[in-house]
């Protein structure tokens, strides 16, 4: 199974700052032959079901405001809050979609 | 645009078993692939199972967990069996975006499960 290990735990930051979040891989998610890292970026906040911000690693859903970005490749991602707004308090999860069993990464909680 | 549905939430008895639906509104679940992601509290997601695409595979069984579907009410449901306390969680159904299995764009809106004596 691949394991996803993110950091850290939990992060407070001030509103209009930045927020990053770390995502690591037990093994490389990029598909060599297409060229793309099957990795992705949820948003979930108390009492919701968890919303798609990112696939591929760095592709933006539409409607997803531009200052969330991801980056990385391999076994090594990044998820950007480039100014954090008070509605982006939640728990963000990174999740790897290149073989079952589907695995998420633990969880980082973003506060003000 | 896939909407989806789920059943109410179930308090369950230690031992039993449980089956929650999910069901595709203004759509249908044909060609999609249909996972099932549970979340006990305090804790993360975890991926339970699914199917590419589900009608076609009928139902399929891994461990406690049987995942099937009905095409004619375009429902998918999961049932866990030998239920216990670490069972209790929400559990929400997720289709993923046509062309990929397991990338999720489209969520139900949890059922929740307690597990209790």
């Known amino acids: 199974d691949i394991v996803m290990t993110q950091s850290p735990d939990s992060l407070a930051v001030s509103l209009g700052e930045r927020a990053t979040i770390n995502c690591k891989s037990s093994q490389s998610l990029l598909y060599s032959s297409k060229k793309k890292n099957y990795l992705a970026w949820y948003q979930k906040k108390s009492g919701q079901p968890p919303k798609l911000l990112i696939s591929?690693?760095?592709t933006r859903e539409s409607g997803v405001p531009d200052r969330f970005s991801g980056s990385g490749s391999g076994t090594d991602f990044t998820l950007t809050i480039s100014s954090l707004q008070a509605e982006d308090v939640a728990v963000y999860y990174c999740?790897?979609?290149?073989?079952?069993?589907?695995?998420f990464g633990g969880g980082t909680k973003v506060e003000i | 645009q896939v909407q989806l549905v789920q059943s109410g939430t179930e308090i369950k008895k230690p031992g039993s078993s449980v089956k929650v639906s999910c069901k595709a509104s203004g759509g249908t679940f044909t060609n999609y692939a249909v996972s099932w992601v549970r979340q006990a509290p305090g804790q993360g997601l975890e991926w339970l199972g699914g199917s590419i695409p589900v009608f076609r595979r009928g139902s399929y069984t891994q461990g406690r967990v049987t995942i099937s579907a009905d095409e004619s009410r375009s429902t998918v449901y999961v049932e866990v069996s030998s239920l216990t306390s670490e069972d209790t969680a929400v559990y929400f159904c997720?289709?993923?975006?046509?062309?990929?299995?397991?990338?999720?764009?489209?969520w139900g809106p949890g059922t929740l499960v307690t597990v209790s004596s």
């Open positions: 997720a289709v993923a975006t046509v062309g990929t299995d397991y990338l999720f764009e489209h």
């Open positions: 591929w690693a760095s």
């Open positions: 999740q790897q979609y290149y073989s079952t069993p589907i695995t």
